[in-house]
C-alpha cells in the first residue's frame, strides 16, 4: 500500500532506471496533474516535473467553486457552460470527499434583472441534465434577510437560489497526484526544466531538468512533452525555439478572507454584476467566508503574485455595498491573489498551429511536437486531459488507449470511512492512516493551535503524514496548500510556523539552520498575505 503515497526518494530511484517515457508533463498545477491521471491511467508510462510544489501557483488560488460559470450564459457561451456542469458532475461523483453542493442566492434588487438572472438559473439548470445539484427557486425578501441577517435589505426585492459546487483546490490537486501514483505515474516537485532536448529533424526528444534540492541535472528521454505551466507556458515555448510563440497576458483575481461574523449564512451569495465587470462571490469556506474576485491586468507573471491595495480596497467597498457590517482592511484575516493565462495568438506565425479544442481551453502544437496547453479552469480540468492525451497520442504515435478518467474514483474518495468532521472530511481514508500515527504516539495528537481556537485544529500527526506521504518538502507546502492555513489566517500560521519546522526538520533530517531559514523565508511570504490592525 506504501507505494501509492507520494515519495519523492522512491519517485527518483525510478526516474534513474527508466530509460525513455511515453510522456512528460512540465507543470504540476490543475491542468498538468489531470494530464498526468489521463496518462497515466491509459497505461502510457509518465512522468510529471513541477518547479515548486503540486498547485503552488494558480490552481491553489482560486474561489473554490465547481461552476459552470453563470456569466458565461450572458456571453451566450452556451457550449462552454454546458462543457463545464457536465464536468461538474463527474467531479462530484469522482471526489466526492472534496466536491460538495452548495446553495448560491442572487440578491434581485431590481425586477427586470430578477427576471433575467431566473431565466438564465433555469438554462443553467437544464443544461446540467441529469447531473445536476438542485433545482433553483425564487425567494421572498424575508427569506434572504433570514439567510443572510447582514445584507443591506432597503432596495432588496427578493433573490434567486441555485446550486453549484465548492472544493478545495490544493487538497484535490495532492489526491490527484495519489491517484496518478496508483495508476503508474510518476511526480517530482522542486525538479525545475532547464532546457529540451532534440534529435534530427528539430524534434523534442525530452527535457534537461534539474533537482532543485540536491542541484542534480538529469537528461530524461520521452516521445512527448507537454507543456502546462499555465502562465509561465511562453517560459517553456521560448525553450523549444519554434516558429509558434505562445503570448501569455495574465490577468491577477485577488481574494480576502474573513471571520464568519462577518457572514454568518452557510449559503454563498453572488453578485452578478459589479463596477469592475466580474461576478462577486461570497463563499463560506472552512468556516470563515472567502470574498473575491478581481480581474487585474499584470505586465508578466510571477509564482507569488501580491494584491494590490486598490484590489483590496475595490473587494472591500463592493461587500460593503451590500452588508450592514462595516469591513476595514484590518478585518483581514488573509488576502492572496492567483494569475489567470490569457492567451494572446499570433496570428501572423502559427495560425495553423492552434488547435481549438473549446471555447475554454487551446492547445498549441508546435513544429517540434511539444504540446502547450492554454487557459481552462479547475472545473474542467478533466476534459483538458483527455483532449491534450489524445492529441498526444496522435503526434506520438503511441498505442491508441481510450480515456478512463469520467468514472474513475479520485485518492480518497472510494472508501467507506466517512468522517463527519469538515476538517478531517477533505482526507478521506487518509483521516484512518493519520489517526493511527496519533495511537501509535499520543502526543502527535497534540493541537498545533491553542484549544480555544475551534476553527483552527491541526495536529502534528498531519503535519508528520504530510511530509512521509504528501512529499511536503517546505513549511509553506504544509501551511499553504494542505493545511491552507496561510489562505485562512496568515497571522496564526506564523505562530505555528517554528513548531511545523521543527516537526519537519526530525522527517527529513535537516538542521537547526534549515529550520531558522525556513521560518525567516515562510514569515516573509506570510506578511504579504497579513493585514494587521492599525
Same mark, same amino acid.
Given at each position: 500500500?506504501?507505494?501509492?503515497?507520494?515519495?519523492?526518494?522512491?519517485?527518483?530511484?525510478?526516474?534513474?532506471n527508466?530509460?525513455?517515457?511515453?510522456?512528460?508533463?512540465?507543470?504540476?498545477?490543475?491542468?498538468?496533474?489531470?494530464?498526468?491521471?489521463?496518462?497515466?491511467?491509459r497505461?502510457? @508510462?509518465?512522468?510529471?516535473?513541477?518547479?515548486?510544489?503540486?498547485?503552488?501557483?494558480?490552481?491553489?488560488?482560486?474561489?473554490?467553486?465547481?461552476?459552470?460559470?453563470?456569466?458565461?450564459?450572458?456571453q451566450?457561451?452556451?457550449?462552454?457552460?454546458?462543457?463545464?456542469?457536465?464536468?461538474?458532475?463527474?467531479?462530484?461523483?469522482?471526489?466526492?470527499?472534496?466536491?460538495?453542493?452548495?446553495?448560491?442566492?442572487? $440578491?434581485?434588487?431590481?425586477?427586470?434583472?430578477g %427576471?433575467?438572472?431566473?431565466?438564465?438559473?433555469?438554462?443553467?439548470?437544464?443544461?446540467?441534465?441529469?447531473?445536476?445539484?438542485?433545482?433553483?427557486?425564487?425567494?421572498?425578501?424575508n427569506?434572504?434577510?433570514?439567510?443572510?441577517?447582514?445584507?443591506?435589505?432597503?432596495?432588496?426585492?427578493?433573490?434567486?437560489?441555485?446550486?453549484?459546487?465548492?472544493?478545495?483546490?490544493?487538497?484535490?490537486? %495532492?489526491?490527484?497526484?495519489?491517484? *496518478?501514483?496508483? /495508476?503508474?505515474?510518476?511526480?517530482?516537485?522542486?525538479?525545475?526544466?532547464?532546457?529540451?532536448?532534440k534529435?534530427?529533424?528539430?524534434?523534442i526528444?525530452?527535457?534537461?531538468?534539474?533537482?532543485?534540492?540536491? @542541484? /542534480?541535472?538529469?537528461? %530524461?528521454?520521452?516521445?512527448?512533452?507537454?507543456?502546462?505551466?499555465?502562465?509561465?507556458?511562453?517560459?517553456?515555448?521560448?525553450?523549444?525555439?519554434?516558429? *509558434? $510563440?505562445?503570448?501569455?497576458? $495574465?490577468?491577477?483575481?485577488?481574494?480576502?478572507?474573513?471571520?464568519?461574523?462577518?457572514?454568518?449564512s452557510?449559503?454563498?451569495?453572488?453578485?452578478?454584476?459589479?463596477p469592475?465587470?466580474?461576478?462577486?462571490? *461570497?463563499?463560506?469556506?472552512?468556516?470563515?467566508?472567502?470574498?473575491?474576485?478581481?480581474?487585474?491586468?499584470?505586465? @508578466?507573471?510571477?509564482l507569488?503574485?501580491?494584491?494590490?491595495?486598490?484590489?483590496?480596497?475595490?473587494?472591500?467597498?463592493?461587500?460593503?455595498?451590500?452588508?450592514?457590517?462595516?469591513?476595514?482592511?484590518?478585518?483581514?484575516?488573509?488576502?492572496?491573489?492567483?494569475?489567470?493565462?490569457?492567451?494572446?495568438?499570433?496570428n501572423?506565425? *502559427?495560425?495553423?498551429?492552434?488547435?481549438?479544442?473549446?471555447?475554454?481551453?487551446?492547445?498549441?502544437?508546435?513544429?517540434?511536437?511539444?504540446?502547450?496547453?492554454?487557459?481552462?479552469?479547475?472545473?474542467?480540468y478533466?476534459?483538458?486531459?483527455?483532449?491534450?492525451?489524445?492529441?498526444?497520442?496522435?503526434?506520438?504515435?503511441?498505442?491508441?488507449m481510450?480515456?478512463?478518467?469520467?468514472?474513475?474514483?479520485?485518492?480518497?474518495?472510494? +472508501? +467507506?470511512?466517512?468522517?463527519?468532521?469538515?476538517?478531517?472530511?477533505?482526507?478521506?481514508?487518509?483521516?484512518?492512516?493519520?489517526?493511527?500515527?496519533?495511537?501509535?504516539?499520543?502526543?502527535?495528537?497534540?493541537?498545533?493551535i491553542?484549544k480555544?481556537?475551534?476553527?483552527?485544529?491541526?495536529?502534528?500527526?498531519?503535519?508528520?503524514?504530510?511530509?512521509?506521504?504528501e512529499?511536503?518538502?517546505?513549511?509553506e507546502?504544509?501551511?499553504?496548500?494542505r493545511?491552507?492555513?496561510?489562505?485562512l489566517?496568515?497571522?496564526?500560521?506564523i505562530?505555528?510556523?517554528?513548531?511545523?519546522a521543527?516537526?519537519?526538520?526530525?522527517?527529513?533530517?535537516?538542521?537547526?539552520?534549515w529550520?531558522?531559514?525556513?521560518?525567516?523565508?515562510?514569515?516573509?511570504?506570510?506578511?504579504?498575505?497579513?493585514?494587521?490592525?492599525?
Amino acid at each position: 500500500m506504501m507505494k501509492d503515497f507520494l515519495n519523492r526518494d522512491r519517485f527518483l530511484k525510478i526516474l534513474e532506471n527508466v530509460n525513455i517515457w511515453d510522456v512528460i508533463i512540465v507543470g504540476g498545477g490543475a491542468t498538468g496533474l489531470g494530464i498526468a491521471l489521463d496518462s497515466s491511467s491509459r497505461g502510457y @508510462k509518465t512522468l510529471l516535473l513541477e518547479q515548486s510544489d503540486f498547485s503552488k501557483a494558480t490552481s491553489s488560488r482560486s474561489t473554490k467553486l465547481v461552476h459552470g460559470g453563470i456569466r458565461y450564459l450572458a456571453q451566450g457561451n452556451i457550449r462552454l457552460v454546458y462543457e463545464a456542469l457536465q464536468e461538474r458532475g463527474f467531479l462530484l461523483k469522482n471526489a466526492p470527499h472534496l466536491v460538495k453542493k452548495q446553495k448560491f442566492i442572487i $440578491p434581485v434588487f431590481n425586477w427586470k434583472m430578477g %427576471i433575467m438572472y431566473w431565466t438564465g438559473l433555469k438554462l443553467y439548470e437544464w443544461l446540467s441534465g441529469s447531473l445536476s445539484f438542485g433545482k433553483s427557486k425564487f425567494l421572498s425578501k424575508n427569506e434572504i434577510v433570514k439567510n443572510f441577517p447582514e445584507i443591506r435589505s432597503k432596495e432588496l426585492k427578493g433573490g434567486i437560489l441555485y446550486y453549484d459546487g465548492q472544493f478545495d483546490d490544493a487538497r484535490l490537486a %495532492i489526491n490527484l497526484a495519489q491517484t *496518478c501514483v496508483q /495508476k503508474g505515474g510518476i511526480l517530482l516537485n522542486y525538479f525545475q526544466v532547464k532546457s529540451l532536448l532534440k534529435k534530427v529533424g528539430n524534434k523534442i526528444s525530452g527535457v534537461v531538468a534539474c533537482d532543485l534540492e540536491t @542541484k /542534480k541535472k538529469y537528461s %530524461i528521454y520521452s516521445k512527448m512533452v507537454i507543456n502546462a505551466t499555465g502562465v509561465f507556458s511562453d517560459s517553456i515555448s521560448r525553450m523549444d525555439e519554434s516558429t *509558434c $510563440p505562445i503570448f501569455i497576458k $495574465p490577468s491577477q483575481g485577488t481574494h480576502i478572507v474573513l471571520d464568519k461574523s462577518f457572514f454568518s449564512s452557510s449559503n454563498a451569495i453572488v453578485i452578478p454584476k459589479t463596477p469592475d465587470g466580474r461576478v462577486l462571490f *461570497c463563499v463560506p469556506w472552512y468556516d470563515h467566508v472567502l470574498v473575491g474576485t478581481t480581474d487585474t491586468f499584470l505586465e @508578466k507573471s510571477v509564482l507569488e503574485p501580491k494584491p494590490l491595495e486598490e484590489e483590496i480596497d475595490f473587494i472591500l467597498q463592493t461587500f460593503n455595498r451590500y452588508f450592514v457590517l462595516h469591513t476595514k482592511k484590518s478585518d483581514i484575516l488573509s488576502a492572496f491573489s492567483g494569475l489567470r493565462p490569457l492567451f494572446v495568438p499570433n496570428n501572423n506565425s *502559427c495560425s495553423t498551429k492552434t488547435k481549438d479544442i473549446s471555447r475554454s481551453h487551446k492547445l498549441m502544437i508546435s513544429s517540434s511536437g511539444l504540446i502547450s496547453v492554454i487557459g481552462g479552469k479547475w472545473t474542467t480540468y478533466r476534459k483538458m486531459a483527455e483532449d491534450t492525451v489524445n492529441k498526444a497520442i496522435e503526434i506520438g504515435k503511441l498505442k491508441k488507449m481510450p480515456s478512463v478518467t469520467k468514472n474513475l474514483k479520485i485518492y480518497g474518495s472510494y +472508501s +467507506s470511512y466517512k468522517s463527519q468532521n469538515y476538517h478531517w472530511n477533505r482526507y478521506g481514508e487518509d483521516e484512518y492512516h493519520i489517526k493511527k500515527l496519533i495511537d501509535k504516539n499520543p502526543l502527535l495528537g497534540v493541537s498545533l493551535i491553542s484549544k480555544d481556537s475551534s476553527s483552527y485544529y491541526y495536529t502534528e500527526a498531519e503535519v508528520v503524514w504530510m511530509v512521509r506521504y504528501e512529499m511536503a518538502r517546505t513549511i509553506e507546502d504544509v501551511l499553504a496548500r494542505r493545511f491552507r492555513l496561510l489562505f485562512l489566517n496568515a497571522k496564526k500560521a506564523i505562530d505555528i510556523a517554528p513548531r511545523v519546522a521543527t516537526l519537519m526538520a526530525k522527517e527529513l533530517s535537516r538542521d537547526e539552520k534549515w529550520e531558522k531559514s525556513q521560518v525567516a523565508a515562510f514569515k516573509k511570504l506570510a506578511m504579504q498575505y497579513y493585514y494587521p490592525s492599525v
